[in-house]
């Protein structure tokens, strides 16, 4: 699966020495996987409360991360697959009979069905799975 470029979307940046790198909301110290990581649990006006970012930032990573995306896991809210439907094909895991599936396993099938990008609310992904060439 390919990563996202985030050097293409204008709402964020990323600094060396600011985060250690990673991609933040431009102006701020606030990581964008920030959204993704919280997104489950708290609406878009509870996102720009609690994070000091703008309303037109959250969504405007939404609308970047878009562009791309087609799979969502399990625990990914509905209430993005909402805000990407009618500008995207969205497919839930559940839809593909992937439910039941470990994290390893729905990388593979994901992958092998041509999906691109898969958008999960697991923050520890990336530990559990060597993401290294996907």
């Not at 993704?36 to 991360?65: I, K, P």
Request: glycine share 8%.
């Amino acid at each position: 699966m390919a990563a996202l470029d985030w050097s293409q979307c204008p709402a964020v940046e990323s600094v060396p020495g600011k985060r250690s790198g990673a991609w933040v909301f431009r102006g701020t110290r606030t990581p964008v996987s920030t959204v993704f990581e919280n997104l489950q649990d708290m609406s878009v006006d509870d996102l720009v409360e609690e994070f000091g970012v703008t309303r037109e930032q959250v969504q405007a990573v939404l609308q970047f991360a878009a562009q791309t995306t087609e799979m969502f896991d399990n625990g990914t809210p509905r209430t993005l697959a909402r805000f990407l439907i009618d500008r995207h094909t969205v497919t839930d895991a559940r839809a593909r009979g992937w439910e039941e599936l470990g994290n390893g396993e729905l990388l593979n099938e994901a992958e092998a069905a041509g999906f691109e990008v898969l958008v999960t609310t697991d923050k520890y992904l990336r530990h559990q799975q060597n993401l290294t060439g996907r």
